[in-house]
């Protein structure tokens, strides 16, 4: 009897070991250049870096401003936490601030949810709108999408920005019984 307790202590300290070395060294996101390396864009009046570069004030201002934009048509609570978990390589957040840092705004690219790379999170604070930096955005991520084998990328928009997005060279596609759940939206296409 003595020895099946200890034999068990065995076994239920391996298991608790296992979990915590691998919770410490093997899911421990650093951030990592991809194959032609992450893009990083500086200017006179702005950089562009991934959302894992930026300073914990400018993470947090991402946070804010994409809750504040999309957390009731979307549903989702954005925070820290499920930018840092949701946009691992080669998905990619990037973020524009201006020259003392704030926060100006930003793009993403993804492909975990539709399996296709989707093009999404293009925002910029309202007093920035309407100076180019939302097409800079958007080319920042059409160059990441390319530089990491996608030849075509994907994105859905509302009526209103259909002609904005086909400014950028984009098409609007056929939906189809598979977008159901994007009744409303368009969905627009790039090939690179």
């Not at 691992?88 to 975990?112: Q, R, W």
Request: proline share 4%; hydrophobic share 35%; with cysteine.
């Amino acid at each position: 009897m003595n020895i099946t307790f200890i034999v068990l202590g065995i076994v239920i300290a391996s298991i608790l070991s296992f979990i915590v070395l691998r919770h410490k060294f093997w899911t421990r996101e650093k951030f990592q250049e991809g194959p032609d390396s992450y893009i990083i864009e500086s200017t006179a009046n702005y950089d562009v870096k991934p959302y894992k570069e930026c300073s914990d004030i400018v993470k947090k201002d991402v946070a804010k401003y994409l809750a504040d934009e999309w957390k009731a048509e979307t549903g989702i609570d954005y925070t820290e936490n499920f930018i840092e978990k949701t946009w691992k390589f080669p998905d990619a957040l990037y973020v524009m601030t201006n020259k003392k840092g704030e926060f100006i705004g930003c793009s993403s690219v993804d492909h975990k949810y539709m399996k296709y790379p989707f093009i999404s999170h293009i925002y910029v604070k309202k007093p920035y709108r309407k100076m180019g930096y939302g097409e800079k955005l958007f080319d920042v991520v059409l160059r990441h999408s390319k530089s990491v084998g996608h030849e075509k990328v994907y994105g859905f928009c509302k009526d209103e920005l259909v002609p904005y997005y086909e400014g950028f060279g984009c098409q609007k596609e056929k939906t189809s019984w598979i977008l159901k759940p994007f009744v409303g939206f368009n969905l627009m296409t790039k090939s690179l």
